[in-house]
């Protein structure tokens, strides 16, 4: 399947973080597909799936500050980007996080951990890439 980016410019430049988990692949393959896309940065802790030329793979934590801020200082030394798509998340992560179902599950340490994960590192994200767009 091919993206047509038609509010974007030829030589679309485009960053995705969590470019390894399930919807990050899917919109990495389907950004590296599109025409009018040249560079897609891949930004994720794993490897991704995806293969193609114009992938650049960057290694990113993002329940850590230091590691976005490397991560976007070497998506920026590349140049303007012109798309970034956050698709990092946790809604479980073995049998430590599993959704709560009732009031009583909640746990605040892991209530912090999905909180950060889910809203404070987006933030940061835009906080180290919005010079780059």
Request: some cysteine; glycine content about 6%; charged content about 20%.
């Amino acid at each position: 399947m091919t993206v047509d980016l038609d509010s974007f410019q030829n030589d679309c430049r485009a960053a995705v973080v969590g470019a390894s988990g399930g919807i990050g692949t899917a919109i990495t393959r389907l950004l590296a597909a599109s025409p009018g896309v040249s560079t897609v940065y891949a930004l994720s802790r794993s490897p991704t799936l995806v293969t193609s030329d114009k992938l650049q793979s960057v290694s990113v934590d993002v329940e850590d500050e230091q590691s976005i801020r490397s991560a976007a200082e070497a998506v920026r030394s590349e140049g303007k980007i012109d798309l970034v798509f956050v698709a990092t998340g946790i809604l479980h992560d073995g049998d430590d996080i599993q959704p709560e179902k009732r009031l009583s599950d909640l746990r605040p340490d892991v209530l912090q951990r999905v909180l950060y994960v889910n809203a404070v590192a987006p933030a940061l994200v835009a906080k180290h890439l919005l010079p780059a767009l």
